[in-house]
């Protein structure tokens, strides 16, 4: 769930600007599910835009706030949310720690890096959901040490029914600074796409796993 419209319209144009997302209609990706996609999204990109970083951390830290108060502990989910969650765990002046996406096979064989205590409330922090399965392990890692997670926040999300029915299954909380819908609703209005690219970017989000550009 998006919590402001204007900051997820806002969050989309800059992810755009940078080429964190990247729209291809007619040269479309292949992602590592074999899917074919008109969209591609790289938010550990944002890193290396030191303006457009603070601006996400700044809008995950008081959105963090405002849907949980102030939690134990801010958790990122590896790799790609480890910079931005540990960011956003330094504006709010919180301890900071994050999950692997399984426990090492060497040393203390941790899952879960950093110190975390049983029962402490977190907030996890994601850059990307697509299916929400990854993320959900970390979730799974967090319950089995006995710490209460009071939901997630993501920077974006494909919006895939999938993911929706995942969360609701682990009984998980999701919010997103920006999603699927307002990155096309930017993108429109910008005129950042055509008219017919944009029929095909509505057309992959009805059934991403069949979708096929010819």
């Known amino acids: 769930m998006v919590l402001d419209k204007n900051t997820a319209k806002k969050t989309a144009e800059l992810l755009l600007q940078i080429n964190a997302i990247k729209l ?51 958790v990122g989910v590896a790799t790609g949310a480890i910079g931005i969650g540990a960011l956003v765990a330094d504006k709010l002046n919180l301890p900071f720690v994050y999950v692997r996406p399984e426990p090492k096979s060497h040393g203390r064989q941790n899952q879960i890096e950093g110190h975390l205590e049983a029962h402490q409330t977190v907030v996890v922090i994601e850059d990307l959901i697509s299916t929400g399965k990854s993320s959900l392990n970390a979730v799974d890692a967090l319950r089995a040490i006995d710490a209460k997670v009071k939901g997630m926040l993501a920077v974006f999300t494909y919006g895939f029914e999938t993911a929706a029915n995942n969360f609701k299954e682990k009984n998980t909380e999701l919010h997103t600074l920006s999603s699927y819908e307002y990155l096309i609703e930017q993108a429109s209005d910008t005129g950042y796409v055509k008219e017919e690219q944009l029929i095909t970017l509505m057309e992959w989000r009805k059934d991403p796993s069949k979708w096929t550009n010819k």
């Open 24 to 74: 291809k209609p007619e040269n479309p990706f292949t992602w590592a599910s074999g899917w074919k996609s008109p969209i591609y999204c790289d938010n550990r990109i944002l890193l290396s835009y030191p303006i457009i970083r603070n601006y996400i951390r700044d809008e995950m830290a008081k959105q963090v706030e405002q849907l949980y108060g102030k939690p134990d502990c801010i």
